[in-house]
């Protein structure tokens, strides 16, 4: 069994800046691609940001590049989205996500089998 946690969420202003952890626990995930999804209230969950398991690949929602930097550690586990120039419409909880002993990235929720419980972000205006 994995566990993912998240961190790092908040309040902030528009234009500001977060860094968002999801650290791992239990059975590895340490070479598993990875990845962050946020649901907006009254909207279905979307497809944020991933990183292969080896760090050698990523991939981005159109919304988010350029903006979000998706990046890991795999010494301890852990998977970090650092969020800059914070938009309003970005105010979403964000979940993490790792594949089930999967090398390569994948941009839908389905190809994801462990989930954290979610951090908010709020951002205003």
């Known amino acids: 069994q994995v566990q993912l946690v998240e961190s790092g969420g908040g309040l902030v202003q528009a234009g500001g800046s977060l860094r968002l952890s999801c650290a791992a626990s239990?059975?590895?995930?340490?070479?598993?691609?990875r990845a962050w999804f946020r649901q907006a209230p009254g909207k279905e969950r979307e497809f944020v940001a991933a990183?292969?398991?080896?760090?050698?690949?990523?991939s981005y929602a159109d919304s988010v590049k350029g903006r979000f930097t998706i990046s890991r550690d795999n010494a301890k586990n852990t998977v970090f989205l650092q969020i800059n120039s914070l938009k309003p419409e970005d105010t979403a909880v964000y979940y993490c996500a790792a594949r089930f002993n999967r090398d390569a990235l994948v941009v839908t929720s389905t190809g994801y089998f462990y989930w954290g419980q979610g951090t908010q972000v709020t951002v205003s205006a």
């Open positions: 990183i292969s398991g080896s760090g050698d690949s990523t």
């Open positions: 239990g059975r590895t995930t340490s070479r598993s691609a």
